[in-house]
């Protein structure tokens, strides 16, 4: 799956396994792909590399959460329920065109 934003296509991975969910991007360096976590309302940044840019998604796909360059060892939490929500973890600075209430279109 991929998503275009800012004239540059990445490669969207989803966070279908346990062990996926768990590490996310952590640990990951040069970051130049996506994570999307389905039924998800909050993430942290513990033990990771580099900052992110952060995208909170309705199950429409539309944008109600965005936080961009985000620092190292902080939690987010979105204030809906996990089955309504998901987020999408993001290289830092990459979101930039991205605005509250847009809706985002994954590509195959």
């Known amino acids: 799956?991929?998503?275009?934003?800012?004239?540059?296509?990445?490669?969207?991975k989803i966070a279908?396994?346990?062990?996926?969910?768990?590490?996310?991007?952590?640990?990951?360096?040069?970051?130049?792909?996506?994570?999307?976590?389905l039924n998800c309302n909050s993430i942290h940044t513990f033990f990771m590399k580099?900052?992110?840019?952060?995208v909170g998604l309705d199950n429409n796909n539309t944008v109600i959460y965005k936080y961009e360059n985000l620092d190292k060892n902080r939690i987010?939490?979105?204030?809906?329920?996990?089955?309504?929500?998901?987020i999408l973890e993001m290289p830092k600075n990459s979101t930039k065109k991205i605005k509250i209430n847009s809706l985002l279109i994954f590509e195959d």
């Open 50 to 54: 580099e900052n992110i840019d952060i």
């Open 76 to 86: 987010i939490k979105i204030n809906n329920k996990a089955k309504d929500t998901k």
């Open 16 to 37: 279908n396994t346990f062990y996926k969910r768990l590490m996310g991007l952590i640990g990951v360096q040069n970051i130049n792909y996506g994570m999307l976590f």
């Open 1 to 12: 799956m991929y998503l275009t934003t800012n004239n540059k296509k990445y490669e969207i």
